[in-house]
């Protein structure tokens, strides 16, 4: 998945609420003010196609389009920090995060760093510590780990990233996110995959899913939304409509949790 290019601003509408006129997704996609001491918002974002399937050919890109990538952009630049598995980051070979001037701007007028980290989620850390992703970072990137995992592995990794033990055999969701809360680091953007979704939905902590609807069956497919953890979870998860936008091709759906949260939407694009 990448960042939209500069300069590129598709025309979206909304669908529900209805409303006429093109989009601000900034406003769109507003997040409820911080909140205070260590609470948490967990937002997830992907794009699918009308069979659930989150590739093609081992990746998103063949589902998304520019519409989709303004969406993806707009998330980033409002949360603190970009979560994501291991096995995204391998696939997808992830990059850091290189915003705009213009979202690095956006960003620093909302409070934010001017770059998010990405937190990299992975028991194995079976990660090339030489790419750029590691060596180009402009903000140092966190490993979460496992004590199971070797510590000669985890020792290496340090020397790119900075390690946090959250679990024993797996990360466990909510040692990993009070980890990022203690850093400040409290809206939380996760890119996937559907392994890391499946374990945040398991363990009930995913606020809100941003999902992208691609006009496009698949087919035949290794990757679905959610592959949830062997043995645990509390399900079934029930999501709330937020909004429906389009472009006239996907649809970009926005749904929380139910239960009582703060009111998204409001007041944070300047
Ligand atoms: N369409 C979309 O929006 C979208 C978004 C994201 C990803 N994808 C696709 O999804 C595919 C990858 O799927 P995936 O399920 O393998 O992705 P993933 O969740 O990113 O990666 C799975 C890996 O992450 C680590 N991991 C996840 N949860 C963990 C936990 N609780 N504890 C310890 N380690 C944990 C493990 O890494 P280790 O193996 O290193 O231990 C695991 O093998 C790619 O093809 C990618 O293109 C699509």
Same mark, same amino acid.
């Given at each position: !998945?990448?960042?939209?290019?500069?300069?590129?601003?598709? #025309?979206?509408?909304?669908?529900?609420? &209805?409303?006429?006129?093109?989009?601000?997704?900034?406003?769109?996609?507003?997040?409820? &003010?911080?909140?205070?001491?260590?609470?948490v918002?967990?937002?997830?974002?992907f794009v699918?196609?009308?069979?659930g399937?989150?590739?093609?050919?081992?990746?998103?890109?063949?589902l998304?389009? &520019?519409?989709?990538? /303004? *969406?993806?952009?707009?998330?980033? %630049? $409002?949360?603190?920090?970009?979560?994501?598995?291991?096995?995204?980051?391998?696939?997808?070979?992830y990059?850091?995060?290189?915003?705009?001037?213009?979202?690095? %701007?956006?960003?620093?007028?909302l409070?934010?760093?001017?770059?998010? &980290?990405?937190?990299?989620? %992975?028991?194995?850390?079976?990660l090339?510590? @030489?790419?750029?992703?590691?060596t180009?970072?402009?903000?140092? +990137?966190?490993?979460?780990?496992?004590?199971?995992? +070797?510590?000669?592995?985890? !020792?290496a990794?340090?020397?790119?990233?900075?390690?946090?033990?959250?679990?024993?055999?797996?990360?466990?969701?909510?040692?990993?996110? /009070?980890?990022?809360?203690?850093r400040? $680091?409290?809206? *939380? $953007?996760?890119?996937?995959?559907?392994?890391?979704?499946?374990?945040?939905?398991?363990?009930?902590?995913? @606020?809100?899913?941003?999902?992208?609807?691609?006009?496009? *069956?698949?087919?035949p497919?290794?990757?679905?939304?959610? *592959?949830?953890? #062997? =043995?645990?979870?509390?399900w079934?998860?029930?999501?709330?409509?937020?909004h429906?936008?389009?472009?006239?091709?996907?649809?970009? $759906?926005?749904?929380?949790?139910?239960?009582?949260?703060?009111?998204?939407?409001?007041?944070t =694009?300047?």
């Amino acid at each position: !998945m990448s960042e939209e290019s500069a300069g590129s601003r598709p #025309a979206v509408q909304r669908v529900f609420p &209805p409303g006429a006129g093109q989009v601000d997704l900034g406003a769109a996609y507003a997040l409820p &003010p911080p909140t205070t001491g260590s609470a948490v918002h967990v937002r997830a974002n992907f794009v699918t196609g009308l069979d659930g399937a989150t590739t093609i050919a081992g990746r998103s890109g063949p589902l998304s389009g &520019p519409a989709d990538r /303004a *969406v993806f952009s707009t998330l980033r %630049s $409002l949360c603190d920090v970009v979560l994501v598995g291991a096995g995204t980051v391998r696939q997808e070979g992830y990059g850091p995060a290189r915003p705009s001037e213009a979202r690095q %701007s956006l960003r620093r007028g909302l409070g934010l760093a001017a770059i998010p &980290p990405i937190a990299v989620v %992975s028991r194995s850390l079976q990660l090339d510590l @030489d790419s750029p992703f590691f060596t180009e970072a402009r903000a140092r +990137p966190i490993l979460f780990t496992t004590e199971v995992t +070797p510590k000669e592995r985890r !020792m290496a990794a340090s020397q790119r990233a900075e390690v946090v033990v959250a679990g024993a055999r797996t990360v466990d969701p909510d040692q990993a996110l /009070a980890a990022l809360a203690a850093r400040g $680091l409290t809206r *939380v $953007l996760c890119e996937g995959g559907p392994t890391l979704f499946g374990h945040l939905l398991a363990a009930a902590r995913v @606020d809100e899913l941003c999902l992208s609807l691609s006009p496009t *069956v698949a087919g035949p497919t290794s990757h679905h939304l959610v *592959v949830p953890p #062997a =043995r645990s979870g509390r399900w079934p998860v029930e999501l709330e409509l937020v909004h429906i936008l389009t472009d006239g091709a996907s649809l970009f $759906l926005r749904y929380r949790r139910r239960g009582p949260q703060q009111e998204p939407g409001g007041t944070t =694009r300047p």
